[in-house]
């Protein structure tokens, strides 16, 4: 089993930055694909950022490319999601979660953890 704790969520402007940080625990951290995934208000959860195993590779959604920016720790189990210029659209709850490969179907992934709240003002 591998445990998923986010944090670094909260309200900002458009235009300035948040730093996520996604905190596993249990079985080994590095050869697991990670990524972030959000949910918008009532609409479904999307991918928007992935890293895999082993590596640095990365994939981004289109909308996040050049904003965004996986990262991963492995000596601190940690996997980060920097976001700057932020948007009013990219107000969401956001989640990591860890799986086997990397792939842009949440259905994919094994282990989610509980998200936590972007919220970005106009």
């Known amino acids: 089993q591998v445990q998923l704790v986010e944090s670094g969520g909260g309200l900002v402007q458009a235009g300035g930055s948040l730093r996520l940080s996604c905190a596993a625990s249990?079985?080994?951290?590095?050869?697991?694909?990670m990524a972030w995934f959000r949910q918008p208000p009532g609409k479904q959860r999307e991918f928007v950022a992935g890293?895999?195993?082993?590596?640095?590779?990365?994939n981004y959604k289109t909308s996040v490319r050049g904003r965004f920016t996986i990262s991963r720790d492995n000596a601190k189990n940690t996997v980060y999601l920097q976001m700057n210029s932020l948007k009013p659209e990219d107000t969401a709850v956001y989640y990591c979660?860890?799986?086997?490969?990397?792939?842009?179907?949440?259905?994919?992934?094994?282990?989610w953890g509980q998200g936590t709240q972007v919220t970005v003002s106009s």
């Open positions: 249990g079985r080994p951290f590095s050869s697991y694909a």
């Open positions: 979660a860890g799986g086997v490969v990397l792939r842009v179907s949440p259905e994919d992934y094994d282990y």
């Open positions: 890293i895999r195993g082993g590596s640095d590779s990365t």
